[in-house]
């Protein structure tokens, strides 16, 4: 629950899942490359952990990665890459009736 809230907070960044996958990738990166995990056994390992990440460590290393990856982080995520927040066009989507009932 509580990665839920970190997450749903945009604390730092509204991209800080991403942050939080490669704080994971990087923490086990010595025995994803050490057994050369092709695309499914990788992703059966990184399902496997679930419920045995050390979650304050992959917080405190994926704010540490998102702090030092600064502006040129974000500039190097794609537009509208989930959960990007509602661009500003100066459009509402609900607009609003002036009228009196």
């Not at 945009?10 to 923490?27: D, G, Q, T």
């Amino acid at each position: 629950m509580r990665l839920w809230e970190v997450l749903w907070t945009h604390h730092l960044s509204e991209h800080l899942h991403l942050y939080v996958c490669v704080a994971i990738l990087k923490r086990y990166r010595k025995k994803i490359m050490g057994e050369q995990m092709d695309f499914d056994t990788l992703l059966k390992f990184i399902n496997e952990l679930s419920g045995q990440i050390d979650l304050d460590a992959t917080l405190r290393d994926a704010e540490a990665l998102c702090i030092c990856a600064g502006e040129n982080g974000a500039a190097s995520i794609p537009p509208g890459t989930p959960p990007s927040l509602p661009i500003d066009s100066g459009l509402l989507l609900f607009p609003q009736q002036d009228d009196v009932l």
